[in-house]
């Protein structure tokens, strides 16, 4: 098992290779592209594709605290983000790697609810500590260099980071299995990255982060909820998961938020 784990992951790796001329001396992301495309906004159509994003919203807002001044969202040209954020009153700027990014959010942007600027994900054209709070979903798993996107998500937030990842402690232990039939289930699945809790940790306390909060979304896989079609049955189904406590052990996708270790002045 640990073997084929590896080798997954390095799959993962070598087909996410971008490929592209840098600005800088970082190859230059853009996985955020297939995110932020009409194509990818059709995996959350329909009913069960809302209430899947409600339980993501629900989690999202629980984490940013009321003091949040400014918000960066990396990779948030999906809107799934950006909308209840600045619905709440935050001030959102919203990175892409490319102008396209922006087409989910074009008329967010033009009424000045979300600002919108494009460049590499993982040289964020942002000085330190220029944001309060920095988000980032539907980016980390698919981010080839993701120790350099945190590296930079740490540089640029004053306090929080929250971002979500899918966790090897859930049903994604299968998944160097059954990828082939999640693809036939989904139809536009992409191969990413699974973590471990740990591992993230780790690389977050390097640059002075600490993890102060986790919330867990479903038990079930989301796959398997797209395939049943019907929200009343995946509420009743996580709501079951979650009374007898499987989603607190084996819940995937992970919210998490780091801090800031230290409030020294900037």
Not at 34 to 51: C, I
Not at 139 to 151: D, N, V
Not at 247 to 258: E, K, N, W
Request: hydrophobic fraction near 40%; aromatic fraction near 10%; charge should be positive.
């Amino acid at each position: 098992m640990p073997q084929q784990i590896a080798q997954f992951n390095q799959r993962n790796q070598s087909a996410k290779q971008v490929g592209l001329a840098a600005p800088g001396d970082l190859a230059f992301e853009n996985a955020d592209l297939h995110a932020s495309s009409p194509e990818y906004a059709q995996r959350f159509g329909g009913k069960v594709g809302r209430w899947m994003l409600q339980v993501q919203e629900k989690a999202l807002l629980s984490m940013v605290t009321a003091d949040a001044e400014s918000i960066l969202d990396i990779g948030g040209g999906h809107g799934q983000t950006a909308r209840p954020l600045f619905r709440i009153g935050k001030s959102v700027t919203v990175l892409g790697s490319s102008p396209d990014c922006a087409a989910q959010l074009e008329a967010e942007i033009e009424a000045g609810c979300v600002s919108f600027k494009s460049g590499n994900l993982i040289e964020l054209p942002f000085g330190p500590r220029s944001f309060d709070t920095v988000v980032s979903f539907r980016l980390m798993s698919h981010c080839t260099a993701w120790r350099t996107l945190i590296a930079e998500m740490c540089r640029v937030a004053d306090r929080k980071i929250i971002f979500d990842y899918p966790s090897w402690f859930s049903a994604n232990f299968l998944t160097p299995f059954l990828f082939r039939i999640k693809r036939l289930i989904e139809g536009n699945t992409r191969r990413y990255t699974i973590f471990t809790m740990g591992e993230l940790k780790r690389e977050f306390k390097k640059h002075g982060f600490i993890c102060s909060a986790t919330q867990k979304q479903f038990f079930f896989p989301m796959g398997i909820h797209r395939a049943l079609r019907s929200p009343l049955l995946s509420r009743a189904l996580e709501g079951f998961a979650s009374w007898i406590g499987l989603t607190a052990l084996f819940g995937s996708p992970v919210i998490i938020r780091f801090e800031r270790a230290t409030r020294d002045n900037k």
